[in-house]
């Protein structure tokens, strides 16, 4: 499990002596659509292009995913899995209800769902084998999307660090240094939030935060979180090179950066943001042609292709069928926004 998330001694040392770190940031689901699905790959090869070394120039994808996202995220829909079965069928697996009173609650602090113990793709199968040891519905979806992603080669060996949110916050307001990060975002006028009985988050006034404190950093659904771009702050401390984004993020990047000057400022430090690269396209159906056949069940079915079923179809040639990309022109079969920074892939 630690070799998984990266939490073993040789990813953890590779990761603090990297020369060069690039960063994504998802959301915690069963399901990664276009052109999320395509970020450890965009990280992959900004690591083996940049230094000219298959294996990355020991470089690490840093990945900070958002644990405290909620049922209602349709843009990763968590309370449904989009599979393909052992028969090569598609499958629709309904984890969570959608009824209104389930709505908003966060992953984090949901147990782990019924899944299906047969019926299930090889890859889907071989994946779930450690990820039903998690005992959050977002550290379970976290393990099994990484399992899917390590075994198609989306990863170098040792090379990728998982960080939840969830994880960062803790760290960052932990006993010693809680006072100083909850003066510095009140004094910003931000907020920290909390996880409440149903389960959902609710915003904190100043003296409601400071009487929580430092939660439990083996209890998640104690922590405290930060506003959203402070999320992303306790990424870009860690000396950053490039970030990797879709649309929304290209949209807010700009704002983001100028919040966390602020909020660095006046927690003393300095900010070096790193290059954003903002993926605004990416044409999966033809990089990753899936049957016809069953695209037409999932446009039956209101769905949309997703990590399980790429992983299931092309396997191990899921990487090499992406590289295609780099043969045809930026806004072709993909697009992206960057935002150059001096030095773009020193770090600091």
């Not at 940031?25 to 940049?50: D, E, G, K, Q, Y």
């Not at 840093?62 to 069928?89: C, E, I, Y």
């Not at 709505?103 to 793709?121: F, I, K, M, N, S």
């Not at 450690?130 to 399992?147: D, V």
């Amino acid at each position: 499990m630690r070799t998984l998330l990266g939490w073993n001694d040789e990813a953890l040392h590779r990761f603090v002596n990297s020369p060069m770190i690039v960063h994504s940031s998802t959301h915690v689901s069963m399901n990664a659509f276009a052109p999320m699905v395509a970020f450890p790959w965009f990280c992959l090869r900004l690591l083996t292009h940049a230094t000219g070394d298959p294996q990355g120039g020991g470089g690490t994808h840093l990945r900070t995913q958002l644990t405290h996202n909620n049922l209602t995220d349709n843009r990763w829909k968590p309370h449904v899995w989009w599979r393909l079965g052992a028969h090569g069928r598609l499958a629709r697996t309904q984890l969570f209800s959608r009824q209104p009173r389930y709505a908003h609650q966060v992953l984090v602090a949901l147990g782990v769902p019924d899944t299906p113990r047969d019926d299930l793709a090889p890859s889907d199968a071989r994946a779930l084998r450690l990820a039903r040891h998690a005992t959050t519905f977002a550290y379970f979806a976290m393990m099994y999307r990484m399992g899917l992603e390590r075994e198609v080669g989306l990863h170098l060996a040792d090379g990728t660090v998982e960080i939840p949110v969830d994880l960062m916050n803790a760290f960052s307001l932990r006993e010693g240094e809680f006072l100083r990060w909850h003066r510095a975002i009140y004094r910003q006028g931000l907020f920290l939030r909390r996880i409440g009985e149903d389960r959902r988050l609710h915003p904190l006034s100043a003296d409601e935060a400071a009487t929580l404190g430092p939660g439990d950093p083996l209890r998640p659904e104690t922590t405290l979180i930060c506003p959203n771009h402070v999320n992303l702050g306790h990424a870009h401390r860690m000396g950053v090179s490039a970030t990797i984004g879709a649309d929304r993020m290209a949209s807010y990047e700009q704002e983001m950066t100028g919040v966390l000057a602020a909020f660095l400022a006046e927690l003393g430090e300095s900010h070096a943001p790193p290059q954003f690269l903002g993926v605004a396209g990416l044409d999966l159906d033809r990089l990753l042609p899936l049957p016809e056949r069953l695209r037409d069940e999932l446009a039956a079915e209101g769905g949309k292709a997703s990590l399980p079923l790429y992983a299931a179809f092309h396997g191990g040639q899921l990487v090499p069928l992406l590289d295609v990309a780099f043969d045809h022109p930026t806004g072709g079969l993909a697009s992206v926004v960057t935002r150059r920074v001096p030095e773009p892939w020193a770090r600091t």
